[in-house]
């Protein structure tokens, strides 16, 4: 039986807090939790929704009830359809977090390995992520590639 199950609402604050665990650690951002309580209702209502396009797969902590240990959230996109993703489908893999008392277990991959199957299953012709140094060789152990197309962002 495997530990990683799919996240539900009642999940959302756990999601929120290992969330900013990887924050954080990326250190892009000042470590506040302020934000929090305005993305719960839409966490909640997505996490709810077991048929949308956003998913997150999580494990239990093993010491603390209540408490996640490791969580991947991902959604599907929709793209106009080109050679190698003829349909357009684009999963997109983020907020990848360890509890730091229950880093080292496997967690984080296994979470992975449910999120890549949900996106094989609808049919997404290939994931992305963005990958820290740290945790770089997970992806690549997994099948992942650096990627060589710019980016760019407009803060709105």
């Given at each position: ?16 807090r ?51 240990a ?32 229950a ?54």
């Amino acid at each position: 039986m495997s530990l990683v199950r799919r996240a539900v609402a009642a999940d959302a604050a756990e999601v929120l807090r290992l969330r900013q665990v990887m924050l954080d650690a990326m250190g892009r951002t000042p470590p506040s939790t302020d934000w929090h309580a305005g993305s719960l209702p839409a966490l909640r209502a997505r996490l709810a929704d077991p048929d949308g396009e956003f998913a997150a797969f999580v494990v239990e902590h093993p010491e603390r009830p209540d408490a996640l240990a490791a969580l991947v959230v991902g959604s599907l996109e929709y793209r106009i359809g080109r050679a190698g993703n003829p349909r357009g489908l684009t999963g997109y893999v983020f907020s990848v977090a360890t509890d730091p008392a229950a880093r080292r277990r496997g967690y984080a991959r296994a979470c992975m390995a449910e999120l890549l199957e949900w996106f094989r299953e609808r049919d997404a012709g290939h994931v992305m992520l963005n990958a820290s140094p740290e945790a770089e060789p997970l992806y690549a152990s997994l099948g992942f590639t650096r990627d060589t197309d710019p980016s760019m962002r407009l803060h709105l």
